[in-house]
């Protein structure tokens, strides 16, 4: 998406706002409220469009750059997690019962 294509069509927008708010305030002085709520309405619907289009754009190249570097996958790094998960669930398995319990605190005398 070319920025300065986008940026040249809202001043468009804006420019053509003007001259038509200014037309509007000689001819029905009445509306030019309405119009230039219309036309905030419109600037800002089309400000937010452009933001979101403009941020899923930079997403999508951010996900590409990762998919580059990680070859399209991320399986050796998967591998070794579920390797190492396995060490420390066998290391848990093969402890007695109980050691690592804390030890207990003295009860107060009754």
């Known amino acids: 998406m070319n920025k300065t294509l986008i940026t040249l069509g809202f001043f468009f927008v804006i420019l053509v706002g003007i001259i038509g708010l200014v ?5 029905r002085p009445e509306m ?6 219309m036309l905030t309405g419109l600037l800002g619907v ?7 289009i403009y941020g899923l754009g930079t997403q999508q190249k951010t996900l590409e750059t990762i998919r580059a570097n990680t070859n399209g996958n991320l399986t050796a790094k998967e591998l070794e997690n579920r390797r190492l998960t396995d060490v420390i669930m066998a290391a848990y398995q093969a402890e007695p019962a109980g050691a690592h319990s804390a030890p207990r605190a003295p009860q107060a005398a009754d």
Do not use: R
């Open 23 to 27: 037309i509007l305030l000689v001819v």
């Open 32 to 37: 030019a409220g309405s119009f230039l709520t």
């Open 46 to 52: 089309g400000t937010t469009g452009v933001v979101l």
